[in-house]
C-alpha cells in the first residue's frame, strides 16, 4: 500500500506564488508516474500536471501552462507543485496522485493512490 500525503496549501493574494509537496510512503514505490488534479466547489475534479517517473517528463493542463511547474525527486519519493501568478480561478482542493502506468495522466480513473488533500483559496 501506498500512502500520499499532500502539505503547502493556505490562503494567497491572487498574483502570488505557492509551493505544495506529496510525499509517498509504504511500500517500495515506483516506478509511478505522479500527478496533481484539483477540485473547486460544485465542480468535477481536474487535471493539473503530471510528471513521469524515469524521465521526469511534465505534462501540464491549459489552464496551468507556463504558471505552474512539476518536479520531483525520487530519492525523497516527493513530488512538487510550484504555482506562480495565482487566480481566484486556481482556487481548490488539490489532490496528490500516483500511477504504474505510462498514459493517459490526464485521467483520473488511471491513477491507484490518492493523497487527501490540500486546500488552495486564492482571494482577489
Known amino acids: 500500500q501506498v500512502q500520499l500525503v499532500e502539505s503547502g496549501g493556505g490562503l494567497v493574494q491572487a498574483g502570488v506564488s505557492l509551493g505544495l509537496s506529496c510525499a509517498a510512503s509504504g511500500r517500495t514505490f515506483g516506478p509511478y508516474a505522479m500527478a496533481w488534479f484539483r477540485q473547486a466547489p460544485g465542480k468535477e475534479r481536474e487535471f493539473v500536471a503530471a510528471?513521469?517517473?524515469?524521465?521526469?517528463?511534465?505534462y501540464y493542463a491549459d489552464s496551468v501552462k507556463g504558471r505552474f511547474t512539476i518536479s520531483r525527486d525520487n530519492a525523497k519519493n516527493t513530488v512538487y507543485l510550484q504555482m506562480n501568478s495565482l487566480e481566484p480561478e486556481d482556487t481548490a482542493v488539490y489532490y496528490c496522485?500516483?500511477?504504474?502506468?505510462?498514459?493517459?495522466?490526464?485521467?483520473?480513473?488511471?491513477?491507484?493512490?490518492w493523497g487527501q488533500g490540500t486546500q488552495v483559496t486564492v482571494s482577489s
Open positions: 496522485a500516483a500511477t504504474p502506468i505510462s498514459y493517459g495522466y490526464s485521467y483520473s480513473s488511471n491513477y491507484n493512490y
Open positions: 510528471i513521469t517517473w524515469r524521465l521526469g517528463r511534465p
